[in-house]
Every structure is written in structure tokens, then in C-alpha cells.
């Protein structure tokens, strides 16, 4: 179909209201309306777009807080719609104005011209996944939080643990178990921390489990246990990073899989100037941060470990194979940079960046040998 004979549709997605902008073949104003974000709304939605569009039409808006409900309201009502990253949506570095009238409005014309980058939505199962493995990240987190706040009001208090070198071990907590404060408020106050930390705790406990649980069902049991073949990434990290990066297919290359998670360098070079700074920490957060907590994991020599070697049983010779290679490849590149003279943190993200090759060679489908 000839692409003069499309309607191109920007939207603006909000909470209660979308503004939409259709630009229809062959004329140079565009029509606009407001809808309501109700099921009954989108699918009128989808109706007046196919009523009012001689031929094919195509819609778009940015990835936000509204998640791809819309986007998939619409591929039901048979209408085309894509979701953009609003990131790389290209902006006039002179423009003051900023309404939804007219985010609609360019939207429709950037689609129009291809100048927006699209972004590639998981099904409803994998962004459900998603969203467990982000709760469990957020529990973490608070509960290294409440751990700190604990930690911190014994400090005050003069309360150190020094039987051991590691904290929140079995020791630990008969420690804290047995601590008492004269002060009635003190004693309220160490209660208080000390059952957040408890709770926060058995919540991450269980979530881990459900995690273990989901993971081991199809279409997740075979490239979880993959991935669980390499050192430092268990069955946690395994899960996360199948349900954040979902569709292998859609990385052509290693490289493009590096740049998406942010680990490749950031440059501004111009003329006979070339400038390389740090990673450019853009797309995916989640991934980055466990792709450098599995490459510190690569510092010993290669090895297997007995919980390592259990992981390994029955999969597949050709998976085994390429995380022994990461095991070597790594191990050689942190020893070939700490010799060098490199800061630890900069030799631990160039390892993380060889390592996203590896789960990319074991992952995605081109990378598997054909069977004739």
C-alpha cells in the first residue's frame, strides 16, 4: 500500500483523556478529538478511525505510566498501533510550547515521516513476569533500607556486632534476638526496625519461591535453566532476565543487546576529535544491574562449584560449552585490566558487556546451530 494513501494517528495517553490527532491522505490539516480511556470509548475509538480513513491506518503513542492496554484495545478493534519511546522521539531544541493538542499533533507527523523509534511490547504473560520480578526488586530494596535504618539506630546506640564478619547470617539474628533496652522508648523504637526487617525478609522469601515457581513453567523453563548453566546467575537472576528481555529475536546482534541494557560507551567525537566516556546507562536498568552483579562472579579462576555443577545436569552439550567460555573469557579480561591498572568498577562493566554477548549466543535462535 502506498504509503500516501495511510491516515497516521498520533495519540496523547493520559489517566482519564487521549487526544488524538489523525492525518488523513492528501490533506493538510489534520483532524483532532478527545476520548475517554474507557473499554467502550477505545473500541469507539477504533470504529470512527476505520469510519473515517479511506484505507489502511496506523496510530502511535509514547510508552508511559499507561502501560500497552491501549495498544492491544486497538489491535482488537483491527486497527494498527504502535507504542514509541518517548526518548528518542526527536524535539525542537527551540520550542516552549507543550500541549497534548500538539504532542498529538507531531506525534502523527514524526510517525508519518518514520522518525520515531518503536518499542517492542511483551505479551501479557511476560509483562505479568515483569512486574513479579520488579516487585521482588523493590522488596529488596526496601528491605536494604530497613536494614540500614537498623543497623544505623544500634550504631547510635553503641551496639556492635563483632562475632563475625558477615551480618544477617544465623548468628546475627540470635543476636539481635537477644538485645534489650533499658529505655522503654528505645526497646519500642529497635522493635519496630527489627519487625520491618523480619517482614521485609519473609516477603522476599516468598517471592523468591513464587519466582522459582514461574520460572520452571513453559515457555520460561528452558531459557531460565539455560542461563541458571552460567556462574554467578541462579534461578532470581535467570527469571529476571528472561521476563525483562523477553523477545530475544528482536537483537540482531550482541551489540544491539549491549546498547539497549546501556553498557556500551557513551562518545562525542566530531572532526578528527574522538571522545569515549562512560556507559551511556540507557534502556534497561534492571538487567544492567544484574549483568554486573553476575560479572563480579567472574573474578576467581574458572571453577565449578557443587550448587553450579547441579544447575548444569542434562542441559544441552552446546549451552555448557559457551558458559565455560564465558567463564574463561572473563576471568582473562578482569585478570589482563586489574594488571593494567584499571579502576575495579570499570573492569567489572567491561566484563558485564562480554558477558551480554554470551547470554545473547545462548538465547537467541540465530545463534543455535541448525539441525539438518
Excluded at 270 to 288: D, F, K
Aim: positive net charge; contains cysteine.
Amino acid at each position: 500500500m502506498s504509503p500516501n494513501s495511510i491516515t497516521w494517528v498520533g495519540m496523547d495517553a493520559h489517566k482519564n483523556s487521549i487526544k488524538v490527532a489523525a492525518l488523513l491522505p492528501e490533506q493538510a490539516e489534520s483532524v483532532e478529538w478527545t476520548e475517554d480511556t474507557t473499554a467502550e470509548a477505545i473500541r469507539r475509538l477504533a470504529r470512527r478511525l476505520q469510519r473515517l480513513a479511506p484505507g489502511e491506518v496506523r496510530c502511535c503513542y509514547e510508552a508511559g505510566p499507561t502501560g500497552y492496554g491501549l495498544q492491544r484495545q486497538l489491535r482488537a478493534g483491527g486497527v494498527a498501533c504502535t507504542v514509541i519511546a518517548p526518548s528518542l522521539t526527536p524535539v525542537q531544541p527551540g520550542s516552549r510550547i507543550k500541549t497534548d493538542r500538539r504532542d498529538a499533533r507531531k506525534l502523527a507527523e514524526l510517525f508519518r515521516a518514520g522518525l520515531l523509534t518503536e518499542v517492542h511490547p511483551p505479551s501479557e504473560s511476560d509483562e505479568a513476569l515483569r512486574d513479579l520480578c520488579r516487585c521482588r526488586d523493590d522488596v529488596r530494596v526496601d528491605l536494604l533500607r530497613a536494614r540500614h535504618r537498623l543497623s544505623k539506630f544500634l550504631l547510635r546506640r553503641h551496639c556492635c556486632y563483632r562475632q563475625t564478619k558477615h551480618h544477617w547470617g544465623s548468628r546475627h539474628w540470635a543476636w539481635l534476638e537477644q538485645l534489650r533496652f533499658d529505655d522503654a522508648m528505645s526497646q519500642t523504637t529497635f522493635d519496630s526496625y527489627l519487625l520491618a526487617v523480619q517482614q521485609l525478609a519473609e516477603r522476599q522469601r516468598q517471592l523468591d519461591l513464587r519466582l522459582a515457581e514461574f520460572g520452571g513453567q513453559e515457555p520460561y523453563r528452558e531459557p531460565v535453566a539455560w542461563l541458571r548453566c552460567f556462574k554467578g546467575i541462579d534461578t532470581v537472576t535467570a527469571v529476571c532476565l528472561v521476563a525483562e528481555l523477553h523477545d530475544f529475536r528482536r537483537f540482531r546482534s550482541p551489540r544491539q543487546l549491549m546498547a539497549y541494557v546501556g553498557l556500551v560507551p557513551s562518545e562525542c567525537s566530531s572532526g578528527e576529535r574522538e571522545r569515549r566516556g562512560t556507559i551511556t546507562r540507557t534502556g534497561n536498568r534492571h538487567v544492567r544491574r544484574l549483568l554486573v552483579e553476575a560479572a563480579w562472579h567472574h573474578r576467581h579462576r574458572p571453577a565449578l562449584s557443587g550448587p553450579l555443577r547441579a544447575r548444569r545436569e542434562g542441559q544441552p552439550v552446546r549451552v555448557l560449552a559457551i558458559a565455560d567460555r564465558a567463564q574463561e573469557r572473563l576471568c582473562a579480561r578482569y585478570r589482563r585490566m586489574s594488571q593494567a591498572g584499571k579502576i575495579l568498577p570499570k573492569t567489572i562493566v567491561a566484563m558485564a558487556r562480554e558477558l551480554t554477548a554470551y547470554l545473547w549466543a545462548v538465547l537467541h535462535p540465530a545463534a543455535a546451530p541448525t539441525r539438518s
